[in-house]
């Protein structure tokens, strides 16, 4: 029968031999990590993306403007004419004013709810985009691990300026 030393002092080698193999291992791993909020905003197809929505939605600003202005002139004439009014007039006028006003909330909603629903679309194509040029930086690189997300980054492990010129350079 074998000893107690002699079980436990194979026990602790293997360990020790385990312990050193996986310490090995961990330092042939290849781990970077990307700034994704960065990427978001300095890639190329991030900015073609905001230069479309800029181009598709400035018009209906535009519009939305002119007719915000429209309405602040109506009340401003409003204010200036109502002591000469009749009380049936004025009532009118009112009407009138706050139909414009609701008008002109409603179309606000409208701009702001097709900006933003455009700029979820851009946003996720832009992030399939990014998810695709990582995955191919990664395979090329040889790296083991990419990390999108984390409190602190080493300067050592930031890879998002390798990750950016990879995906400006792979449309």
Known sequence: MKSFKQ?????????????CATLASA?????GAVNV???????AAAKSGQARLQQEFAKKER?????????????EKFEKD???FSETQRATK???????????QRRRREFQEDLNLR???ETQIVIERLNR?????????KYDLIVQEAAYISPRLDVTEKVLSFMNGAK
Not at 27 to 31: D, G, N, P, S, W
Not at 94 to 104: F, I, N, P, T, V
């Open 37 to 43: 909020d960065k990427v978001m905003q300095a890639s």
């Open 63 to 75: 519009d939305i403007e002119a007719l915000a202005g429209q309405f602040k002139a109506s009340v």
């Open 94 to 104: 009112q009407k009138q004013l706050a139909e414009q006003d609701r008008e002109l």
């Open 133 to 141: 040029a990582l995955k191919q930086f990664a395979e090329s690189e």
């Open 119 to 121: 700029r979820n679309e």
């Open 27 to 31: 330092q042939e791993l290849k781990i």
């Open 7 to 19: 079980v436990f002092s194979r026990h602790a080698i293997a360990a020790l031999a385990l312990g």
């Open 82 to 84: 109502a002591p000469t």
